[in-house]
């Protein structure tokens, strides 16, 4: 009797190895070793670190550029995206420094790697406006001098076509910008942006 419990204990052992065996680690244990499928919604923000450069002085629109994922990125209680992960994208909008006006970049995501395979994953971020704020945190600046004085403001629609305003300083202002070509907006391998998922994405 003794024999017959261990024989049926260790036949059970071995018919359930091929259920967990493969699962992924840090993403449970199912029966067909995958985790479901998941979506990661609209909404959810991507920390990007650039890989390559991008600059105002001679981006232009569908011009391609590389980054990697700084932290992972969770959905439904997995990890979908992780921290490394491969993200490819393109500049929407440039518009180089020139007299009387600032330079403004506009990028977006592509798709990412997962797994070596390339996944659509539409992602923007606000455009990056010479002399703003965010660009001087950004350390997205080169060039030019008292431009940086100047915050810029973009209004209208999705901001790849935004006009460019909110002088600061009257008529001083003014005169610098008509009298200089202005700082460039430059992105160097390393600086991170925020990106907004702009609809839900199935990702498995």
């Known amino acids: 009797?003794?024999?017959?419990?261990?024989?049926?204990?260790?036949?059970?052992?071995?018919?359930?190895?091929?259920?967990?065996s493969g699962c992924r680690e840090g993403?449970?244990?199912?029966?067909?070793?995958?985790?479901?499928?998941?979506?990661?919604?609209?909404?959810?923000?991507?920390?990007?670190?650039?890989?390559?450069?991008?600059?105002?002085?001679?981006?232009?629109?569908?011009?391609?550029?590389?980054?990697?994922?700084?932290?992972?990125?969770?959905?439904?209680?997995?990890?979908?995206?992780?921290?490394?992960?491969?993200?490819?994208?393109?500049?929407?909008?440039?518009?180089e420094a020139r007299r009387g006006s600032r330079a403004m970049l506009d990028v977006a995501i592509e798709e990412v790697v997962v797994d070596g395979r390339p996944l659509s994953l539409p992602a923007v971020t606000d455009p990056v406006i010479a002399g703003s704020p965010r660009a001087r945190n950004l350390g997205a600046i080169a060039g030019g001098a008292a431009a940086g004085a100047l915050i810029g403001k973009a209004v209208g629609g999705d901001g790849k076509d935004a006009a460019i305003g909110g002088?600061?300083?009257?008529?001083?202002?003014t005169g610098v910008?008509?009298?200089?070509?202005?700082?460039?907006?430059?992105?160097?391998?390393?600086?991170?942006?925020?990106?907004?998922?702009?609809?839900d994405v199935a990702m498995r």
Do not use: C, N
């Open 1 to 20: 009797m003794m024999k017959r419990t261990m024989t049926t204990a260790a036949l059970a052992t071995i018919m359930t190895l091929p259920l967990l």
């Open 27 to 95: 993403e449970g244990r199912y029966a067909d070793g995958f985790a479901p499928r998941v979506t990661l919604p609209s909404g959810t923000h991507v920390t990007v670190r650039l890989t390559t450069s991008v600059s105002t002085e001679s981006a232009k629109v569908g011009d391609a550029w590389t980054g990697v994922v700084v932290g992972p990125v969770r959905a439904g209680g997995h990890e979908i995206i992780a921290a490394g992960t491969e993200v490819r994208g393109t500049v929407t909008g440039a518009q």
């Open 167 to 173: 002088l600061i300083g009257g008529a001083a202002a």
């Open 177 to 199: 910008v008509a009298q200089t070509k202005g700082y460039q907006v430059v992105f160097k391998p390393g600086t991170e942006l925020v990106f907004t998922v702009s609809e």
